[in-house]
């Protein structure tokens, strides 16, 4: 029967050696090859950055934020789609978001002309990356931005105590709006009874409150003060309290 084969094939059964030898070769080529394609899809993967946009789907907003308008939504939106940017090294593509339950602030603020500013302050959840940021929204009454610069702020949670995903190191960007500018911001609308708190201009961390017009405290005073910080989301850390009644004013009305 071996005498109608080839040379070869016959030279090749007379040292199977040969053919053990060969055929792990071609093993080890076969397995070389298939790494080095699986290198290079990961390499030409790790190349790609994340989208500029993502869909970012929070399932309860309108029944959280319900005047928001389409416009106001896709802002939020896009900012964060930003920040997931910043925080993502690859590239997800429909995302699905919550607003929680828990640490979600809404105060209602008069302006002027019957008309009034809707604060929301609430913590954005997406499980499937196991990422929360902190979302704070200035609505009109007619579910517009209430200001064009920082109606809408999105950064990473300020009170460690809010966190959930105790392993996600978050990223702010490099300029952003703090808490100390957005209490500033609203600190002369406080509802304090007879207390008045307005922000010092060069450092807004600095509280200025104002005792004139009650008999309370200044512990009484920084108790309530304390407590709307909180009502709008954020923790005590960072702020400073300067008391003064009308004995500390000077000839101009001035601190």
Not at 100 to 120: A, G, P
Request: charged share 25%; hydrophobic share 35%; with cysteine.
């Amino acid at each position: 029967m071996n005498e109608n084969l080839p040379p070869i094939i016959k030279k090749a059964l007379e040292h199977p050696l040969l053919i053990i030898l060969a055929f792990f070769q071609l093993l080890f080529i076969i397995m070389f090859i298939v790494a080095l394609v699986r290198y290079t899809e990961k390499a030409d993967n790790a190349d790609q950055s994340p989208p500029d946009y993502f869909d970012v789907n929070i399932t309860n907003l309108n029944s959280k934020v319900e005047n928001i308008n389409k416009e106001a939504e896709e802002s939020l939106n896009s900012m964060l789609s930003n920040i997931i940017n910043n925080n993502t090294d690859y590239s997800p593509t429909n995302i699905n978001a919550t607003i929680r339950d828990k640490y979600f602030f809404h105060k209602t603020f008069s302006t002027t002309d019957d008309q009034y500013t809707e604060y929301y302050n609430f913590i954005v959840d997406i499980p499937s990356l196991k990422q929360e940021y902190q979302v704070k929204l200035d609505l009109t009454s007619s579910g517009d931005a209430a200001s064009p610069d920082d109606a809408f702020v999105v950064t990473c949670i300020e009170d460690k105590d809010h966190i959930a995903y105790k392993d996600f190191t978050c990223k702010n960007f490099t300029q952003y709006v703090d808490k100390y500018e957005i209490i500033s911001q609203y600190a002369t609308q406080a509802d304090l009874g007879y207390i008045n708190i307005t922000s010092n201009l060069d450092n807004n961390r600095i509280l200025y409150v104002d005792m004139t017009s009650t008999d309370e405290t200044e512990e009484q005073a920084k108790k309530k003060v304390d407590a709307w910080i909180k009502s709008m989301g954020y923790s005590l850390n960072g702020f400073q309290y300067e008391f003064y009644d009308g004995d500390n004013l000077d000839s101009d009305g001035n601190i």
